[in-house]
């Protein structure tokens, strides 16, 4: 992705004077320094950045800059990123199956925090891993219907397995820790209470005193206008209900927020390469693009339409049918979507809130994906 030097205003600026063919990411980093202060100093333990939502260095160097100095990585390839972006972050090896080779790079590279949700991979990590100093924190789940978000169907232990492998952990000279995920685009606060008073009951049934809580990334961003996320109040809940849960034993917290960190520094820019058939959308960029995430979390409606000189088009909303690019008829936006009833050809379709699950999911299926990326200083449309 090719990275412009120019600072621009905010992405009409750009798009009125550059007039793109290709679809743009517009990166604001005043937004991401001031979304990682938030988490940072509202979050009652540690920040650290899942680097898979957006792995761009300029991202994990601004978050840098505001402060946050631990990493979730899940390869090797995100590892040696890290280290010689932030050489002395804290790494948190957070993706529960690794190969052999995986481990051992990992150990070199020194990382000391490490996530199992297998009797099979604590086998290999009590193999391969000095237990000294050394952290590993058994990820459960929840069943799907006590839990408000299902993100356990690749990952997370029973709270029964979870109980067993954390006696395993601290037996076998590690510092015992509980990790979970509530699920992506989390917009409900309580799905973390239940979540953390079960991780309370594992530990007390274990009869294992836990070092640190993870309580995983998904924590939303914003995509929808009627759904503000309310961090704080989250924050204030997941603080509260950790020293309710575990009394005096309560264990130092982290978070793991990928797309809560990411996801609103970027605006999103498309062009309608055609309208056509009664009003169907083409547009330049789609599912096997940027707007990758769209049909696995749903479309989003902070979304503005602009005529080829930047004027935002103010014609009342209508249900459109939204193509991508790529000739293949399952490149296409979920449901309907609501755009200026005036939207026409050489038109660009501004989607904002678009920094998670974007830039790195984008890939060049039918010669397409070939993004921009532009700074400005806002991200407002
Ligand atoms: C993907 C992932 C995250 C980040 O999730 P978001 O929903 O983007 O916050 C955090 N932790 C782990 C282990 C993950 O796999």
New binding site residues.
Partial sequence: MGLSKTIWTNPTEYLRSVKPENPVLFFAPSVIQATARRFIDGFPGLVTY?V??NPEEVVVENLVAAGVSGF?V?SPFEIRMIRRLAPDAALHY??PVRSRAEIQMAVEAGVKSW?VDSASELAKLVELVPPQGCEISVRFKLPVSGAAYNFGAKFGATVELAADLLKTVADAGFIPSITF?PG??CIDPHAWEAYIRSAADIARNAGVKIARLNV????PNHRLEGVVPQLEETFALIDRVATEAFGADRPALVC?????LCGDGFVHAAKVKAVRDGGHVFLNDGIYGALAELPLVGVIDRIEVLSPEAVKRTAPKAPRIVFGPTCDSVDRLPGDVMLAGDIAEGDYVVFLGMG?YSTVTNTRFNGFGELTMATVLSAAV
Avoid: I, L, M, Y
């Fill in positions: 899942a898979k939502s979730d899940a957070n993706n996530s995920h992506t685009q995983g990334g998904g924590f793991e927020p990928g797309r809560g998670a």
